[in-house]
């Protein structure tokens, strides 16, 4: 019987695949792949997989990185380990009517090419159950603007890494406000040289330290909206 419990396992340890290298302990054993398609052989339901296997593995991963036990690596293995049991499970989620938790539209502001951060606070978003729309780096306010009325009701992350980007949040921020929408758009910013001060000054709905912060952060808007 598949055990949901080994498919959170190995998502934690990343064991993607039965001939994944990684964990070196697990060599040649099933992994997440192999375990969600035991499950739905099974008859487990897909959301069951996805929540008690896939998202829950992740969970833990969020929670060890938020302590600091583990770090971006590890994130980053968990993550494609997620990914691997996702491509088989999605199918079958939108065949059943499986709504994600929300949509969430991620990007680089314009002039900034830097992405690990952002790769990160959307890998952490798709293993909470997130659709994410990764506009890439290098974005102007525009397109966030765009983004945001082909996906209405979805929550806006901006990403900077530079001080000198950091400051077209707020060009991109205005934009948004400014435009004719009729429905409220969320926004939230994150990286190295952003502050909940500067967050404040220019009037967005959070801001969050790193990946791990930035999924509560979005939970958290989520059910306010």
Do not use: W
């Not at 498919?7 to 192999?34: M, T």
């Not at 989620?93 to 992405?115: E, Q, R, S």
């Not at 967050?199 to 909206?225: P, Q, W």
């Amino acid at each position: 019987m598949a055990n949901l419990k080994d498919i959170a396992e190995n998502v934690i340890c990343g064991k993607a695949d039965k001939n994944a290298a990684y964990p070196p302990s697990r060599k040649g054993q099933p992994g997440v792949l192999e375990l969600v398609e035991e499950a739905i052989k099974e008859g487990v339901s897909p959301i069951e997989i996805l929540n008690e296997g896939l998202i829950a593995g992740m969970e833990v991963v969020g929670k060890r990185f938020k302590a600091n036990e583990c770090y971006v690596p590890e994130v980053l293995i968990a993550a494609r380990a997620m990914k691997t049991g996702m491509v088989v499970l999605q199918p079958l989620l939108v065949a059943t009517g499986v709504k994600p938790a929300g949509t969430f539209i991620i990007g680089t502001v314009k002039g900034d090419l830097h992405d690990i951060g952002k790769n990160l606070v959307a890998m952490m978003l798709e293993g909470a159950g997130f659709k994410i729309v990764d506009l890439g780096i290098d974005v102007p306010g525009q397109k966030f603007l765009e983004a945001s009325k082909e996906n209405r009701g979805a929550i806006v992350g901006m990403s900077a890494l530079l001080t000198t980007t950091m400051v077209g949040m707020k060009s991109n921020v205005d934009l948004i406000r400014s435009a004719s929408l009729d429905f409220q758009v969320p926004i939230v910013i994150g990286g190295a040289p952003v502050t909940q001060e500067y967050a404040d000054e220019i009037g967005v709905d959070g801001y969050a330290t790193d990946a791990a912060s930035a999924v509560d952060l979005v939970k958290s808007l989520l059910k306010a909206n």
